[in-house]
């Protein structure tokens, strides 16, 4: 991790600030002005509340950076233009993830099992939290209502196959994420490539975080369903201690990459605008090679980052981000000739 996220950033404070006072807005008027908050929760509502500030605090500091500010607004621009196109990428780069599938199908199981048990815990289980879904007692004692937002929205039976699928919906995410689990830490244990690269703390470490917060989870149901609720109490302070590591690492650790991924879909837009607009030309063979919003943003980002790679030749200034591929390869050699002699 760069250690230049740690320094204190004015702005970014700000940022993070607004994304906890928005959630803790959206926490009480989403619950019923608190009715249907469970004060059983409020740890696991705190810990998100600070969680939001850390990732505001987070992704601004990243977008703060010359490329990634650069491909951001373009991409923010541009989804107006490409309103389709950009759906049909967030589906194949964050719910398909069929880039991954293209390297490697056992890396892309991987990947959907702990993606997609994520996103639906997390789908499931911050709505519960923050109230916004919210389960009375029916006239009957076998009937619950489903309140949204503080709206009754269904009735269901206790007994049902709706409600016993509701009910275990987070057993549902914890098995796809334990299988998950399974096949990153076999692919980590005996793949010589990956053993090679990784470390701790970016790779073993979130694992184990997320290891930690799925089996607490379930142990919390093996308890109340199967040990009439002996150790709950334990299982809880276990399962938040284990939750906000998990919600702190994810601004700061390897899993912070689910929001850099936003990054990586509007590339897509800035591609095909970049194919559809005017291209730039070499300046010593002539021949186009990147478009020209391409060429002309590295220039700017090169700028802001302190590299000057202007040159002066016989016909003025020249850019070497203005060369080809091609043509830089056959500088470099003819450079490298010169410095022996050649």
């Known amino acids: 991790m760069n250690s230049k996220i740690f320094q204190f950033n004015y702005f970014a404070f700000l940022i993070g600030l607004t994304?906890?006072?928005i959630l803790l807005v959206f926490i009480y008027f989403g619950s019923n002005s608190l009715r249907d908050f469970d004060p059983a929760l409020r740890?696991?509502?705190?810990?998100?509340?600070?969680?939001?500030?850390?990732?505001?605090?987070?992704?601004?500091?990243?977008?703060?950076?010359?490329?990634?500010?650069?491909?951001?607004?373009?991409?923010?621009?541009?989804?107006?233009r490409y309103p389709t196109l950009l759906f049909k990428s967030s589906g194949k780069k964050m719910a398909a993830q069929t880039f991954i599938k293209e390297r490697s199908l056992y890396r892309w199981i991987m990947h959907l099992c702990l993606s997609g048990g994520c996103t639906l815990a997390f789908a499931v289980t911050f709505p519960l939290v923050f109230g916004w879904i919210h389960f009375d007692v029916g006239a009957l004692d076998t009937i619950y209502k489903v309140k949204v937002f503080g709206v009754v929205v269904r009735e269901l039976s206790v007994h049902s196959l709706e409600a016993k699928l509701m009910f275990n919906m987070l057993n549902i995410a914890a098995v796809l994420v334990l299988i998950g689990l399974v096949l990153a830490g076999w692919?980590?244990?005996?793949?010589?490539?990956?053993?090679?690269?990784?470390?701790?703390?970016?790779?073993?470490?979130?694992l184990l975080i997320i290891f930690a917060v799925t089996t607490t989870g379930l142990m919390l149901t093996v308890s109340y369903s199967y040990m009439q609720g002996r150790g709950h109490s334990f299982l809880v302070w276990v399962h938040l201690m284990t939750v906000i590591a998990l919600i702190f690492y994810i601004p700061f650790g390897k899993l912070f990459h689910m929001f850099q991924r936003l990054c990586s879909v509007l590339v897509s837009l800035y591609q095909?605008?970049?194919?559809?607009?005017?291209q730039a030309d070499c300046v010593i063979c002539s021949k186009p090679f990147a478009s020209q919003m391409h060429v002309d943003d590295l220039k700017t980002v090169l700028d802001q980052l302190g590299f000057d790679y202007r040159f002066a030749t016989s016909k003025g200034e020249v850019h070497y981000q203005d060369i080809c591929p091609s043509c830089r390869?056959?500088?470099?050699?003819?450079?490298?000739?010169?410095?022996?002699?050649?």
């Not at 500030?53 to 541009?78: D, E, I, T």
């Not at 090679?196 to 790779?203: G, I, K, L, S």
């Not at 095909?272 to 005017?278: D, I, L, P, T």
């Open 187 to 206: 692919r980590r244990l005996t793949n010589p490539g990956v053993r090679a690269v990784q470390t701790f703390v970016e790779d073993i470490l979130p």
């Open 272 to 278: 095909k605008a970049g194919k559809e607009g005017e």
């Open 19 to 21: 994304f906890a006072a």
């Open 329 to 342: 390869r056959r500088l470099l050699v003819v450079n490298q000739g010169k410095m022996i002699g050649r």
């Open 43 to 80: 740890g696991f509502a705190i810990t998100s509340v600070l969680g939001a500030f850390a990732v505001g605090y987070r992704l601004s500091v990243w977008l703060q950076r010359p490329p990634s500010r650069m491909y951001f607004n373009r991409g923010m621009k541009l989804a107006w």
